[in-house]
């Protein structure tokens, strides 16, 4: 099992930030593999189903997702199946930091297969990694964006 934890400030509140991370027909905007998600809008609660088709490492692939659970301003967490015998979960965490959040996304995935565990301990790791930290900035760019925009920071 491959783990890697990323965290970021985001000035607006922890409930606004993780609807806005927790709606995943956004995650192309701010997110370098993901390339279209095939969902409905809005935070996904629990028993939720989407798709999304992927970019990630540099190899493309498709993801069928089930939303294990949804606390908002909290935790939301989801779990994945895809091509190549890829199975992977991501947790998102908020926490209040003084006016903002304290954002944690928790990436954990394996492969398999042989071959493909082989390739991501030469190559892939290292990519998902750089792509995983890049997501950050861009959440929190175009999070603390449409939350201005829009007047939500409840």
């Given amino acids: 099992m491959t783990r890697m934890q990323h965290q970021i400030d985001i000035a607006a509140k922890p409930i606004a930030v993780l609807a806005y991370a927790s709606t995943v027909t956004r995650w192309p905007q701010w997110h370098p593999s ?3 998600v ?5 935070p996904l609660h629990a028993g939720s189903r989407f798709e999304e088709d ?3 490492g540099g190899r493309e692939g498709h993801l069928q997702w089930v939303v294990d659970e949804y606390l908002p301003g909290r935790r939301w967490s989801a779990r994945a199946r895809g091509d190549n015998g890829l199975s992977l ?13 304290r954002f944690v996304r ?3 995935y394996q492969f398999s297969g042989l071959a493909m565990r082989i390739a991501n301990c030469l190559l ?12 950050m900035q861009a959440l929190r760019a175009m999070a603390q964006k449409h939350l201005a925009s829009t007047g939500i920071n409840a």
């Fill in 34 to 36: 993901s390339l279209k």
């Fill in 38 to 42: 095939y969902g409905q809008g809005g």
């Fill in 54 to 56: 992927i970019r990630a």
């Fill in 89 to 101: 979960v991501v947790t998102y965490e908020c926490e209040a930091e003084g006016d903002g959040t």
């Fill in 106 to 108: 928790t990436l954990e």
């Fill in 124 to 135: 892939l790791k290292r990519r998902i990694e750089r792509e995983s930290a890049a997501s």
